[in-house]
C-alpha cells in the first residue's frame, strides 16, 4: 500500500531564518507531489506541485522554493522566512495519468515563525 | 473566472441530521470532492461526484447538480466524532484541485 510521510510535524523558527521541510512518498512510482499551505480559518492554497523529478510548477510568487531531487522525495524551502509564512503545511500525492481530487496527504508541518 | 463558496460554520445536535452545501462556478469541471478535517490533522478523502446525482455512503452521502453548480454534504446519525471541517473542492478543466474554505461543523450533545 502507498504511504506518504513529512517531518517535521512541528516548527517554531524566527524570522529571517532558513526553512526545509521534507516529504517522501512509499508504494508507487511517478506519482503527482503537491505542497499546499493552510492558514488559520482559510482553504487550501497550492504552493507547488511537480509531475516528475527536477519538474515543479509554482502557483504563488512568494519567498518559498521547492525541489523533487528523487521520484518520491518532495522538499519545501525557504532562505528567509516571513512571518507570513505562518501555517499548516500539506505534502500530498496522487497518481500520474490519474490525476483525480482523491489527494493523499501527509501529516502536515504546523510552522510558528516568530 | 473560478470561485468556490460553503458556509463558515455550522451546529448541529447528536444524532440528528445536517447538511453542508457548496456552490461553484468554473468554466471546466471534472468532478467536485468533499474532505474532513479534523484540526491540526490532514484532510481525508470522503466523496467524489462527477456526474449528477446522489451518492451514499454509509452515514454520509453527497449530492451534485452540475448545471447549478451545487453540491452538499448530508451527514446523518450525527457522532460528536463528526464534529470537523468539511472541505468542498472541485478538479478544474487542468485538473486542479480548486478549494473552498471549509465548513467547520459544531456538534452539540
Redesign the interface.
Known sequence: SQTIHQWPATLVQPVGSPLSLECTVEGTSNPNLYWYRQAA??????LF?SVGIGQISSEVPQNLSASRPQDRQFILSSKKLLLSDSG?Y?CAWALLGR??????????S?LTVL | GQNIDQPTEMTATEGAIVQINCTYQTSGFNGLFWYQQHAGEAPTFLSYNVLDGLEEKGRFSSFLSRSKGYSYLLLKELQMKDSASYLCAFLDSNYQLIWGAGTKLIIKP
Do not use: A, I, K, V
Not at chain 1, 480559518?41 to 497550492?46: A, D, E, F, P, S
Not at chain 1, 490525476?99 to 502536515?108: A, I, K, V
Open positions: 480559518g482559510r482553504g487550501l492554497q497550492l506541485y499548516f500539506l490525476d483525480t481530487g482523491e489527494l493523499f496527504f501527509g501529516e502536515g504546523r
